[in-house]
């Protein structure tokens, strides 16, 4: 099965929101992403709206041809969000729970699932819900941690996120030699975590900190089904363009 990509493109809006005006439109950067062969494209709709905003989650779930991925956090707040996008549109098609702090630069550290496991229960089973025919995937953005791997399990997530800022950094520290010892106790992890994940019969994905040097030891992990990818991308966009800066992403996926 191919690794499929998904593209974060928080960062566009990240742009536009600077002057507070209409310009780069995260719609279009969806759209230069799809043509060049994103197959999921992902947003975080965070609660204090410093990027993203609600009515591009309203217009990518309208008009977006890949499938949408919705991150946020598991408040009641976008809950109602997702549940009412799903009413009137086709997506999201997938949310991504994760955990969430306003003074945080960016996702740090996965989701605890084991430390709220009835919340959590219950906030999937309230997106699961959503819709009609396909369903909404939902999946838990958790460190490589057989205890919240079980935790997402029992909580009836479809697929877990594997944070992989701890490999990112690993692999720097290595400088891409993956018989440095840390890097490959750290890819050993990922691997066990993500057997773990599949035995249990959930999907496996990957994500943080992930670029064009470290992603391949990742794209390669058996039964890898997605990776979500931002800042790596849309930095490389700056010089090449998104569509040419996906491509190349996906060619080093696809080996
Ligand atoms: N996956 C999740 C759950 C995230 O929160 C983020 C960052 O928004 C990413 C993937 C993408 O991380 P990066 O921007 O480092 O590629």
Known sequence: MPVLLGVNIDHVATVRQARRGDEPDPLYAAFEAQLAGAEIITVHLREDRRHIQDHDVQRLAA???ARLNLEMGATDEMVGIALSLRRAYAGPQMVT??????QELTTEGGLDVRGQA???KDVVARLKAAGTGAGMTVSAFIEADPAQIE???AAGFDACE?????YAAAFAKAGGDLN???LKAELARLHDAGHRCRALGMRLHAGH???YLNVRPIAQMPGMAELHIGHAIISRAIFVGLRAATIEMKRLIEG
Not at 97 to 102: D, H, I, T, Y
Not at 162 to 166: C, I, L, R, V
């Open 180 to 182: 440095f010892a840390a």
């Open 118 to 120: 009835a919340r959590m």
């Open 151 to 153: 935790a997402s399990h």
């Open 162 to 166: 594997f944070h992989t800022g701890p």
């Open 63 to 65: 008009h977006c041809q």
């Open 97 to 102: 729970l994760v955990p969430e702090k306003r």
């Open 209 to 211: 900190a992930l670029n």
